[in-house]
Nanobody, 115 residues
Framework: QVQLVESGGGLVQPGGSLRLSCAASGTIFKIGYMGWYRQVPGKQREFVARITNGGSTNYADSVKGRFSISRDNAKNTVYLQMDSLKPEDTAVYYC?????????WGRGTQVTVSS
């Protein structure tokens, strides 16, 4: 079993920044990808960013140039630095770790971008 705990969400004005964190714990042998997804009510969960254990990254087009994903392998923690936030970034953000053929998800953290 793997437990994922997100933190760092909140309310921010347009143009502001937030940094999300996700710590993985439990039966972990070797985590490959760690990623972030987001979801708004009534819509499907969508990919935001992911990072390999070697540091290679992928981003959704909607966040390229504004968001930055990083990780601390020693702490099994992944981060999402979100800059130049827009109202359309408002969503619940979920941490994702695929491991041993299963997808693990955190409970999510709310990010609200509003003036």
């Amino acid at each position: 079993q793997v437990q994922l705990v997100e933190s760092g969400g909140g309310l921010v004005q347009p143009g502001g920044s937030l940094r999300l964190s996700c710590a993985a714990s439990g039966t972990i042998f070797k985590i490959g990808y760690m990623g972030w997804y987001r979801q708004v009510p009534g819509k499907q969960r969508e990919f935001v960013a992911r990072i390999t254990n070697g540091g290679s990254t992928n981003y959704a087009d909607s966040v390229k140039g504004r968001f930055s994903i990083s990780r601390d392998n020693a702490k099994n923690t992944v981060y999402l630095q979100m800059d130049s936030l827009k109202p359309e970034d408002t969503a619940v953000y979920y941490c994702n770790v695929p491991l041993a053929g299963m997808d693990y998800w955190g409970r999510g953290t709310q990010v609200t971008v509003s003036s």
